[in-house]
């Protein structure tokens, strides 16, 4: 289920505005990403591991955001496969995490899989900050700080 | 409290006690006076040290006062640093014959308690070097069940069947304890017995579990104290030690007499852990018909090395049921945290679409923020519900309920959800099924997860889920399935099916569902069939007692 949605009356030209793909298997998260990002950036969505990466061959995004606990693939394991396709392995990730060592579990070697010693772009935690959210991916995509914090 | 026999004046006065180099000691009971000390065999208390005489002192009786008088011995006789030739005896005294250290402990002198101590000669030694041990000491490695003559065979190994029992029921270190003196006074005439263990922190010997027979009144336990000495020989060189009646064991013939206050005979030996000695047994007796045997001191021996593995397994165990419940709470509150982050993340995304909407005056946009929202608040009810119904055991709340009309409510309620996802959902019921006497609430929860799995568990396009119920008169029972077309579970996952916070649902699952339905059916003495085909699909038969069970 791939969307792509085309915003009207954007500032920007189509030639300027980036792409992200938000994998996530939840539709309220990849709604919530949708909706801080369509402003400035086009969306891309999957509901899935396979999904994502089809999607990401397809259109090869600027950017992908990837929710790490997905039923099947799970967000470590498209990591890993992206890393290991050449057209994929250059686009930055922001991994979304429901937990992480900050409440004492780390991911399982098994969770991780080949993932140990790469490391994506960034991490957030969620539930996410709208406002960590746009200044990451601006941060990753080399753009403005955040515009409801005035700037990053 | 002074009795007259043979011309000899006994009762019980206090002990002396033997400094041996390397920190051991050997005390010797003052019982008998007068009470003659030298190297010769024919001395009450025989050191067989060449800087003491052949006769070189004696202890004599002066009204209630222990007087020692040496006997013109060439190394002299030593009181607290002092050479003497007579001198009164006080407890705490140190008293040296040539080399021969002994350390004086007198008890006060006895005002009567109508307690006139009937042993006259109950003698015993420990370990002085003029008397062969071998026959009252069994060698840590020398047990043979062979060897055991007083009790038959036949009682023995019964008694170590029972033995075996208790150890490999017992995770409770005072059940274990208890059970196993319990035995032990069956097999053994013990009047009182108790196990002592160590501290694993101090190394201090405590008492940890304690027995008195009938025969042996009330008082055996308020009075229990052990013999630091035999308790000490035991523990730290590991031997088993036998005290009996002298008054039939001609072994001990003249040699050192010496009564262990009213007790006929007592026995200790020590608990071996993998590594160390971990504790003793003692057992005594004050009944003279109550005489320990040899044998009864093989079968304490053996007793003793088994449960103190059995003790060190104990206490492993505890620690790690303790490490187990830790990861098991951690597991828990982790499992916790990720879905309520999950569900404070719709909430979040909900609202900040909300907001959005609202200014930008976008209807579309508040009416999505709106479902988000309510959607994760019910969402959390869900989880708080589950989790409730999952953390403590209840009793079902039976009451009288058509059975199939628990399935259509949960069918007409996920309809829209299966709709949503274009799954197609099917209820075929079986029209037999009547009233049923089962907790309502709680079987709709069940049913209620079983088939949210089943239509989460489907493909977007093409999925099917199938609820039936169906009637077994013959055996009074009656069961809900719940079949769907979708993914199926992996041979692993199988396995961890219904463990809490386990989930293949990413996100969305809480891994408290299948834990909670399980609960449920077992505590309606029901039961959960699974049967799975890797992307084929799944059917969960939910299999209960039509009428509540009796218990």
């Keep these: 289920m791939a969307t792509i949605d085309c915003m009207e009356g954007n500032t920007m030209t189509e030639m300027t505005r980036k792409r992200i793909l938000v994998v996530d298997d939840e539709q309220d998260a990849r709604e919530f990403v949708k909706a801080v990002l369509e402003e400035e950036y086009e969306i891309l969505t999957a509901s899935d591991g396979d999904e994502g990466l089809k999607i990401a061959e397809e259109n090869l995004p600027n950017l992908i955001i990837l929710d790490v606990q997905m039923p099947k693939l799970g967000g470590f394991d498209v990591f890993s496969q992206m890393k290991k396709d050449k057209a994929l392995c250059e686009i930055p990730v922001i991994m979304l995490t429901g937990i992480r060592e900050k409440v004492g579990v780390d991911f399982s070697k098994e969770e991780m899989g080949d993932f140990f010693g790469k490391e994506p772009s960034a991490y957030l935690e969620k539930p996410i900050n709208s406002c960590d959210l746009l200044a990451t991916v601006h941060k990753c995509l080399g753009g403005g700080g955040c515009c409801c914090c005035g700037g990053s | ?551």
């Design chain 2, 1 to 551: 409290m002074i009795a007259e026999e043979g011309g000899k004046r006994s009762a019980l006065h206090g002990k002396l006690v033997l400094e041996r180099p390397g920190g051991t000691s050997v005390s010797f009971p003052l019982t008998q006076f007068p009470v003659a000390l030298g190297r010769e065999a024919s001395n009450d208390i025989t050191l067989s040290d060449h800087s003491v005489s052949r006769r070189h002192a004696r202890l004599v009786l002066d009204g209630e006062m222990v007087q020692v008088e040496d006997l013109g011995s060439s190394n002299g006789t030593f009181v607290n640093g002092n050479k003497i030739a007579s001198c009164g005896l006080k407890n705490g005294d140190h008293l040296r014959l040539g080399n021969c250290s002994f350390a004086v402990e007198l008890d006060p002198p006895n005002t009567g308690k109508g307690r006139e101590p009937k042993t006259t000669s109950s003698t015993w030694d420990l370990s002085t070097h003029s008397l062969s041990q071998e026959d009252l000491e069994v060698e840590a490695t020398g047990i043979r069940a062979a060897g055991l003559t007083g009790a038959s065979t036949g009682a023995v190994l019964g008694f170590f069947q029972q033995t075996g029992r208790i150890l490999e029921r017992a995770f409770d270190l005072d059940e274990l304890l208890n059970g196993i003196l319990d035995l032990t006074f069956q097999m053994i005439p013990a009047g009182r017995g108790c196990i002592l263990l160590a501290d694993p922190n101090t190394g201090e010997m405590g008492i940890k579990a304690s027995k008195t027979s009938d025969d042996e009144g009330q008082d055996g336990l308020d009075r229990m104290k052990i013999s630091r000495t035999i308790l000490d020989y035991a523990t730290r060189q590991g031997r088993a030690v036998l005290t009996s009646d002298a008054t039939s064991d001609d072994r001990f013939g003249a040699a050192q007499s010496v009564i262990i206050q009213e007790i006929r005979g007592a026995m200790c030996v020590p608990l071996r852990g993998r590594e160390e000695i971990i504790g003793a047994i003692y057992v005594d007796s004050k009944l003279l018909s109550h005489k320990f045997s040899i044998d009864d001191l093989k079968l304490l021996f053996a007793v003793g090395a088994q449960i103190g593995i059995a003790v060190e397994n104990t206490r492993l165990y505890d620690a790690n049921l303790r490490a187990e419940r830790m990861a098991a709470v951690g597991q828990a509150v982790a499992g916790l945290g990720h879905c309520i982050k999950n569900i404070l993340n719709g909430m979040e995304g909900g609202s900040f679409i909300l907001q959005k909407g609202i200014d930008k005056a976008e209807e579309g946009s508040i009416r999505k923020g709106w479902d988000i929202l309510s959607r994760n608040s019910s969402r959390l009810k869900d989880l708080v519900l589950d989790m409730l119904a999952y953390s403590k055991p209840r009793e079902p709340m039976y009451q009288v309920v058509q059975g199939n009309s628990v399935v259509v409510d949960v069918v007409e309620l996920l309809q829209e959800r299966a709709d949503g996802k274009g799954v197609h959902l099917r209820y075929i019921p079986d029209e037999r099924l009547q009233a049923v006497e089962i907790d309502g609430k709680a079987i709709y929860r069940c049913v209620l997860n079983l088939v949210t799995n089943a239509i989460d568990a489907c493909q977007e396009q093409g999925g099917e889920v199938c609820v039936r119920t169906l009637l077994s008169q013959q055996e009074q029972r009656f069961e809900i399935s719940v079949s769907d077309n979708g993914c199926g579970v992996s041979e692993e996952d199988m396995e961890k099916l219904g463990r809490a916070f386990f989930s293949t649902k990413g996100s969305k699952g809480t891994g408290l569902g299948l834990s909670v339905t399980y609960k449920i059916v077992s505590e309606h003495k029901g039961d959960i069939r699974v049967e799975s085909r890797l992307r084929e699909g799944t059917t969960f038969t939910l299999s209960l007692p039509v009428r509540r069970p009796m218990e």
